[in-house]
């Protein structure tokens, strides 16, 4: 596609529920990225896919959070048991291949507010 | 790990006024580096990068930034701004992950300058 799209754009939802927030990629990168911006906050690395490399899940802040990607494309964010300091920007990334030197572009973001 | 330090939070400039945004990171070994935009209502975009060479680098509307070594800085500079200038700035820097370190696993940010523009 033109650029990284994620759906759904905004997200409400009450304390204790499961959210699952999806990532649409550039076509052709092998590279996805999650981060989490809250308020006031720079970005903070979540989990990152690089073809069939295990994904590097360090950022993860709890067990509550998981991420998958299918091959080289969509990717699900899924937060079970979602706690109110779970509320912030969620954004995707891609690249064309994980290169350090490399651009990530970013999508729009999902605004999740957790009641 | 690595980390990014951008010490001004939030700067108001007058049009025409000269702009410099501080970042400072903390890695000493081989460097790249990232400045991205977020425009008001917009998507994170690249600004600039530096990965080797001339470490003066140029970048999309009339930004520039100097890489210097000695110093841990990545300054972004920009000699008159425009009202659609006023937006969020991130610097930023990769890490590298496992055994191949020409990947990178993720960029470490920081935590932003908003700059409002007035006319």
């Known amino acids: 596609g033109a650029g990284v799209s994620q759906s759904p754009s905004n997200k409400v939802t009450e304390k204790g529920k499961d959210v699952e927030l999806r990532c649409d990629p550039i076509s052709g990168h092998t590279a996805l990225y999650w981060y989490r911006q809250r308020l006031g906050q720079g970005l903070e690395f979540l989990i990152y896919f690089q073809g069939n490399s295990a994904p590097d899940k360090s950022g993860l802040p709890s067990d509550r959070f998981s991420a998958e990607r299918t091959g080289e494309s969509v990717s699900t964010l899924t937060i079970q048991r979602t706690q109110q300091e779970d509320s912030a920007v969620y954004l995707c990334?891609?690249?064309?291949?994980?290169?350090?030197?490399?651009?990530?572009?970013f999508g729009p973001g999902t605004r999740l507010l957790v009641l | 790990a690595q980390s990014v330090s951008q010490h001004n939070h939030h700067v108001i400039l007058s049009e025409a006024a000269s702009l410099e945004l501080g970042c400072n990171y903390s890695?000493?070994?081989?460097?790249?580096l990232f400045w991205y935009v977020q425009y008001p209502g917009q998507h994170l975009q690249l600004l600039l990068k530096?990965?080797?060479?001339?470490?003066l680098v140029k970048g999309i509307k009339g930004f520039e930034a100097e890489f210097i070594k000695s110093k841990f800085s990545f300054n972004l500079r920009k000699p008159s701004v425009q009202w659609s200038d006023t937006a969020e700035y991130f610097c930023?820097?990769?890490?590298?992950?496992?055994?191949?370190?020409?990947?990178?696993?993720?960029?470490?940010f920081g935590t932003g300058t908003r700059l409002q523009v007035t006319l």
């Open positions: 930023a820097v990769p890490e590298f992950g496992g055994q191949n370190t020409g990947t990178a696993s993720k960029l470490t």
């Open positions: 530096y990965f080797s060479g001339d470490p």
């Open positions: 990334a891609s690249s064309f291949s994980g290169g350090r030197w490399e651009t990530q572009y």
């Open positions: 890695y000493g070994g081989t460097v790249n």
